[in-house]
């Protein structure tokens, strides 16, 4: 098997495969990484802020779309995907520490370095075992059909840490359109005080905290986490 990095569009299934459009996505993450060494304040904030907006939709249509397949069509699929569930899982854990961490906190720089390193661990394995594997087992008509099924998902899927949901349906299936809604709006507000922060940014927090506790607590909801396997669950409080 090939890595899906190694191969081009038309060996991918075509421009509309999943496989395509993962490999798309990786590329765009790999840029952004570049960006976040080095960056500090606000300029830290805002590349972390479009990595949430990739990294998240991503990995939810995965788990919802693609992980269930693979757990249908390969014999250690349950395997394979539950190694790069656990990934998705601490970069959640990850994300939801650093934005309770000051910039000025020692922890901070620790926590940006292991995200990154979970974040291209978790390429790899995509890229070289997950996706090849899915490959074999698929017709290029089934992966453009996928592709279609990801992409509706990743555009209307949260774009927050939510180390507390499920990593597999129902759970976070079910999660999907409240969560959605309130990141898509968090994303707004928070985007506008980088953009020109000024007289309104301490309102224009205040409201982004607020969507950010509601989100929290619509995420403890016992049935947010239905399918989860407990290798999964958030290793803290």
């Keep these: 098997m090939r890595s899906i990095a190694e191969q081009k569009v038309d060996e991918l299934g075509g421009r509309l495969s999943v496989l395509t459009r993962q490999k798309r996505d990786h590329v765009k993450l790999q840029d952004l990484l570049e960006d976040l060494d080095g960056a500090t304040g606000a300029a830290q904030r805002k590349v972390l802020l479009r990595i949430h907006r990739l990294v998240f939709p991503h990995a939810f249509a995965e788990e919802s779309v693609l992980w269930p397949v693979m757990r249908r069509v390969l014999p250690d699929g349950q395997e394979l995907t539950l190694q ?3 990934e998705h ?3 959640n854990e990850l994300v939801t520490r650093l934005e309770s961490t000051e910039a000025g906190d020692p922890a901070r720089g620790r926590l940006l370095a292991r995200l990154t390193e979970v974040l291209r661990e978790d390429v790899r394995d995509e890229e070289d075992v997950l996706l090849p594997r899915l490959q074999t087992a698929l017709s290029r008509s089934r992966l453009r059909g996928l592709g279609l099924a990801w992409e509706v998902v990743r555009r209307t899927a949260p774009t927050r840490a939510h180390p507390v949901v499920a990593r597999r349906p129902p759970g976070n ?5 409240p969560l959605s809604v ?3 709006i968090r994303d707004l507000v928070d985007g506008a005080v980088l953009r020109g922060p000024g007289r309104a ?3 224009l927090r205040g409201i982004s905290t607020r969507l950010g506790g509601l989100a929290h607590r619509i995420e403890h909801l016992p049935v947010m986490r239905r399918g989860e396997d407990p290798s999964t669950r958030p290793a803290g409080p």
């Excluded at 299936?173 to 359109?177: D, I, R, T």
């Design 84 to 86: 790069v569930e656990r």
């Design 89 to 91: 899982q601490e970069v």
């Design 173 to 177: 299936v079910v999660a999907a359109l």
């Design 182 to 184: 309130l990141d898509r």
């Design 201 to 203: 940014a301490p309102v």
